[in-house]
Antibody, heavy 119, light 110 residues
Framework: QELLQESGPGLVKPSQTLSLTCTVS??????????WSWIRQPAGKSLEWIGR???????KYNPSLQSRVTISVDTSKNQFSLKLDSVTAADSAVYFC???????????WGQGALVTVSS | QSVLTQPPSASGTPGQRVTISCSGG????????VNWYQQFPGTAPRILIY???QRPSGVPDRFSASKSGTSASLAISGLQSEDEADYYC???????????FGGGTKLTVL
């Protein structure tokens, strides 16, 4: 069973870059069992898929965020990361990382990291 | 505004059967499988149903789901107090090349 854990600053200033890392344990991130996604959930609201990095190293992003988001992987640390540029208060949310089986769904989730955008 | 439409709330008494609906369109539910997630307050979602009607190991068979056309539904039979949670439907969207989610349904066990 995959275990995922998000880490990163909980407070980011407007216009700056939000950076989060997801550490995967229980399996090698490059095993091919899963791809790896980021999802966010503003307080009291639903879920929004941010993007995914495939085991090939290629990434796919939600078009609504594509101009500001980068997802990368560090196989040596069994981690993948999220960077979201030029953040505003609308980017305040709980950010989850997840093991992604594409159409079959998001099997395992991290506990979530609350990120607040405020000066 | 979520891409998939769910009722914001549902309720039932212990032992009852409750259903939660989910409506979408041709690029998501209409042409792909549906997954359902359960989320308790302050925790991460967990996958409850995948491939429209399959249950991961550990999910009780009280939970079942179906899909027809551009709609899907989750049914919970023998409702228990521990089922009180938020439930989200999700489906792959061919335009997005990723999942779209419903707005979530808050289930209350009376």
């Amino acid at each position: 069973q995959e275990l995922l854990q998000e880490s990163g600053p909980g407070l980011v200033k407007p216009s700056q870059t939000l950076s989060l890392t997801c550490t995967v344990s229980g399996d090698s991130i490059s095993s091919g069992s899963y791809h790896w996604s980021w999802i966010r959930q503003p307080a009291g609201k639903s879920l929004e898929w941010i993007g995914r990095i495939y085991t090939s190293g290629n990434a796919k992003y939600n078009p609504s965020l594509q101009s500001r988001v980068t997802i990368s992987v560090d196989t040596s640390k069994n981690q993948f990361s999220l960077k979201l540029d030029s953040v505003t208060a609308a980017d305040s949310a709980v950010y989850f990382c997840a093991a992604d089986r594409l159409k079959l769904g998001l099997d395992f989730w991290g506990q979530g990291a609350l990120v607040t955008v405020s000066s | 505004q979520s891409v998939l439409t769910q009722p914001p709330s549902a309720s039932g008494t212990p032992g009852q059967r409750v259903t939660i609906s989910c409506s979408g369109g041709g690029s998501n539910i209409g042409s792909n499988i549906v997954n359902w997630y359960q989320q308790f307050p302050g925790t991460a979602p967990r996958i409850l149903i995948y491939s429209s009607h399959q249950r991961p190991s550990g999910v009780p068979d009280r939970f079942s789901a179906s899909k027809s056309g551009t709609s899907a539904s989750l049914a919970i039979s023998g409702l228990q107090s521990e089922d009180e949670a938020d439930y989200y439907c999700a489906a792959w969207d061919d335009s997005l090349n990723g999942p779209v989610f419903g707005g979530g349904t808050k289930l209350t066990v009376l």
